[in-house]
């Protein structure tokens, strides 16, 4: 474990105050807060260090240049990639699959194909995959969680078959907090003849990743989750898989020969990161899960199962309230809903008491309407959230509640 | 039917945003009440987190609105919007300076370009229709 209450101190925003009163930040699964050594490193770079890389040959662009791709290696090596060819940095995880859908999708998926994701897809996983469907005339196939949010392996195995090209899956769900069983679904996926990408938004941000022992082929994340900068993300996807997908756009840091007539592309990375590439971010990045691994991901785990338990708890005395997700594995997110409160009346209410989470469909309506709701309050869950967070909400709770019912 | 000033009046008493709020939810039960019939797509203002709906009637030269939302504060706040901008002429709507007054009632908040809180579509919604009606 860590000393989170010394940890807090890495968060400059975490001491502000709102109304003279400090806010309890539970909307990480939005977006971390970041800590200092990302922030300094980043104006450091800017103040410092800062060149356009592979380009130059002064001393400032070789630099930047080292920097650039020693971020790669960070990312790869969080994620136990086995090379940092395999890292191609994008503006965040949305892009990252929109890459593989108008790349990947383009030339591999064809009429009669299937693409399969599960029902608990945000829109970043599943409108890329209906377009690329609707342009190539493949079918987008949806398979069934439980009534509590679980992966059931049955309900993924029937919609498994020898059309299926691509299983595209969340390793954690950011509305339910469910937490899929990656390995099982890419060996189930591989052995039907179906390629795997993981959207590892929200895991990465809480649990170790190893694509590796995963052996998924795509995985996206994005930077400003885990504690980054916002703008950057990375696609990892397998080398041998990547060389034969086409180039995603088109420009400067692509290209192998220009002619007027022809040009060559770049080899993987660089063929997917055309123009200047958000390398200060990447930096950025790097730096934000180096921070990460510092602490320890065992010791974020531990922490988070800490919370999660204590949440669960309290949430369960609050009158009316009904937890949406309640999956036996699952992570720091917490949906609820409180009967006969809308939840934006319910935000309002934890907004004047200083509690900041999210409400509305979370960019996940599919699901969110599958739970039998339009719209939801979110809780959740970063590093530096401690008890007396969980315990402000409780009482905002209780306050709103009261509040509804009294008016 | 109360006026502004009226409401400008009691809004000065309140201590604290729960009074205050208590009595938004009060404006918004006494709110005028929408035809069930409205509630459907085709009435429903765009860019709220809650459902909105917004019904224009266009009689005499002045314009009327009725409105309605699922959620109890927001129904409140499109209590007070109406009584800012029914039985208006379109060109006295589009003189309305609606931020000023919700400044002055201390409810400025729920004006924000926020995507969540759609109180700013609603009220650029009823600018279109005063737009379209007038001559």
Same mark, same amino acid.
């Given at each position: 474990?860590?000393?989170?209450? =010394?940890?807090? #101190?890495?968060?400059?925003? $975490?001491?502000?105050?709102?109304?003279?009163?400090?806010?309890?930040?539970?909307?990480?699964?939005?977006? &971390?807060? #970041?800590?200092?050594?990302?922030?300094? #490193?980043?104006?450091?770079?800017?103040?410092?260090?800062?060149?356009?890389?592979?380009?130059?040959?002064?001393?400032?662009?070789?630099?930047?240049?080292?920097?650039?791709?020693?971020?790669?290696?960070?990312?790869?090596?969080?994620?136990? &990639?086995?090379?940092? +060819?395999?890292?191609?940095?994008?503006?965040?995880?949305?892009?990252?699959?929109?890459? !593989?859908?108008?790349?990947?999708?383009?030339?591999?998926?064809?009429?009669?194909?299937?693409?399969?994701?599960?029902?608990?897809?945000?829109?970043?996983?599943?409108?890329?995959? =209906?377009?690329?469907?609707?342009?190539?005339?493949?079918?987008?196939?949806?398979?069934?969680?439980?009534?509590?949010?679980?992966?059931?392996?049955?309900?993924?195995?029937?919609?498994?078959?020898?059309?299926?090209?691509?299983?595209? %899956?969340?390793?954690?769900?950011?509305?339910?907090?469910?937490?899929?069983?990656?390995? =099982?679904?890419?060996? +189930?996926?591989?052995?039907?003849?179906? /390629?795997?990408?993981?959207?590892?938004?929200?895991?990465?941000?809480?649990?170790? !990743?190893?694509? =590796? +022992?995963?052996?998924?082929?795509?995985?996206?994340?994005?930077?400003?989750?885990?504690?980054?900068?916002?703008?950057?993300?990375?696609?990892?996807?397998?080398?041998?898989?990547?060389?034969?997908?086409?180039?995603?756009?088109?420009?400067?840091?692509?290209?192998?020969?220009?002619?007027?007539?022809?040009?060559?592309?770049?080899?993987?990375?660089?063929?997917?990161?055309?123009?200047?590439?958000?390398?200060?971010? &990447?930096?950025?990045?790097?730096?934000?899960?180096?921070?990460?691994?510092?602490?320890? /991901?065992?010791?974020?785990?531990?922490?988070?199962?800490?919370?999660?338990?204590?949440? /669960?708890?309290?949430?369960?005395? !609050?009158?009316?309230?009904?937890? %949406?997700?309640?999956?036996?594995?699952?992570?720091?997110?917490?949906?609820?809903? %409180?009967?006969?409160?809308?939840?934006?009346?319910?935000?309002?209410?934890?907004?004047?008491?200083?509690?900041?989470?999210?409400?509305?469909?979370?960019? &996940?309506?599919?699901?969110?309407?599958?739970?039998?709701?339009?719209?939801?309050?979110?809780?959740?869950?970063?590093?530096?959230? !401690? #008890?007396?967070?969980?315990?402000?909400?409780?009482?905002? $709770?209780?306050?709103?509640? +009261?509040?509804?019912?009294?008016? | @039917?109360?006026?502004?000033?009226?409401?400008?009046?009691?809004?000065?008493?309140?201590?604290?945003?729960?009074?205050?709020?208590?009595?938004?939810?009060?404006?918004?039960?006494?709110?005028?009440?929408?035809?069930?019939?409205?509630?459907?797509?085709?009435?429903?203002? *765009?860019?709220?987190?809650?459902?909105?709906?917004?019904?224009?009637?266009?009689?005499?030269?002045?314009?009327?609105?009725?409105?309605?939302?699922?959620?109890?504060?927001? *129904?409140?706040?499109?209590?007070?919007?109406?009584?800012?901008?029914?039985? *208006?002429?379109?060109?006295?709507?589009?003189?309305?300076?609606? @931020?000023?007054?919700?400044?002055?009632?201390?409810?400025?908040?729920?004006?924000?370009?926020?995507?969540?809180?759609?109180? @700013?579509? @609603?009220?650029?919604?009823?600018?279109?229709?005063?737009?379209?009606?007038?001559?």
């Amino acid at each position: 474990m860590y000393d989170v209450y =010394q940890i807090r #101190k890495d968060f400059p925003i $975490l001491a502000e105050k709102v109304n003279g009163k400090s806010v309890a930040f539970l909307d990480s699964a939005a977006s &971390a807060q #970041k800590p200092t050594v990302v922030l300094d #490193k980043m104006y450091e770079v800017y103040t410092n260090a800062y060149a356009n890389p592979h380009r130059g040959s002064y001393f400032f662009a070789e630099q930047i240049t080292r920097e650039f791709e020693n971020a790669r290696c960070v990312v790869q090596k969080f994620i136990n &990639a086995e090379s940092a +060819k395999e890292i191609v940095f994008t503006r965040n995880a949305t892009e990252s699959i929109n890459l !593989v859908a108008a790349t990947w999708g383009a030339k591999y998926l064809h009429a009669g194909d299937e693409v399969l994701i599960s029902e608990a897809e945000h829109h970043a996983n599943l409108v890329p995959w =209906q377009h690329i469907c609707e342009v190539t005339g493949a079918k987008l196939k949806v398979f069934a969680v439980s009534d509590e949010g679980d992966f059931v392996e049955e309900n993924f195995i029937k919609k498994l078959n020898d059309k299926t090209k691509l299983v595209a %899956v969340t390793a954690m769900s950011n509305v339910l907090g469910t937490i899929f069983p990656i390995k =099982q679904i890419t060996q +189930k996926a591989h052995d039907a003849g179906a /390629l795997v990408l993981v959207d590892a938004c929200q895991f990465a941000a809480h649990y170790p !990743v190893d694509v =590796q +022992k995963w052996n998924c082929d795509f995985l996206a994340f994005s930077g400003h989750k885990a504690y980054g900068p916002t703008g950057i993300g990375a696609l990892y996807g397998k080398a041998e898989i990547l060389r034969e997908m086409p180039p995603y756009q088109f420009g400067g840091d692509m290209i192998d020969n220009v002619t007027f007539d022809k040009t060559t592309f770049a080899d993987i990375p660089a063929r997917f990161e055309a123009g200047t590439a958000a390398f200060v971010q &990447a930096i950025g990045m790097a730096e934000g899960l180096k921070y990460m691994e510092n602490i320890g /991901l065992d010791n974020l785990v531990s922490h988070e199962n800490e919370l999660t338990a204590y949440t /669960l708890n309290l949430l369960e005395q !609050v009158p009316n309230l009904q937890i %949406v997700g309640m999956a036996k594995n699952r992570g720091g997110v917490f949906s609820f809903d %409180v009967k006969g409160i809308h939840p934006q009346d319910l935000a309002f209410v934890l907004n004047k008491e200083n509690v900041a989470v999210r409400t509305g469909h979370h960019c &996940a309506q599919p699901i969110v309407n599958r739970m039998g709701y339009t719209s939801l309050a979110r809780a959740s869950f970063g590093l530096y959230t !401690v #008890k007396e967070d969980i315990d402000a909400l409780f009482a905002a $709770l209780i306050k709103a509640e +009261k509040f509804f019912r009294e008016n | @039917m109360m006026n502004l000033q009226e409401l400008t009046e009691n809004f000065a008493f309140f201590d604290g945003w729960e009074e205050k709020y208590q009595y938004v939810i009060d404006l918004g039960r006494q709110l005028e009440p929408l035809d069930e019939r409205f509630k459907t797509e085709e009435w429903k203002v *765009k860019g709220c987190q809650s459902q909105v709906w917004l019904v224009p009637n266009f009689d005499g030269g002045l314009l009327h609105f009725c409105g309605d939302s699922d959620a109890i504060l927001v *129904k409140g706040i499109i209590a007070i919007v109406l009584l800012i901008y029914n039985n *208006k002429t379109p060109q006295e709507i589009k003189t309305v300076d609606v @931020m000023k007054i919700f400044a002055t009632l201390g409810l400025e908040e729920n004006l924000t370009p926020s995507r969540r809180n759609g109180m @700013m579509s @609603m009220v650029a919604k009823i600018r279109e229709y005063a737009d379209a009606y007038e001559d």
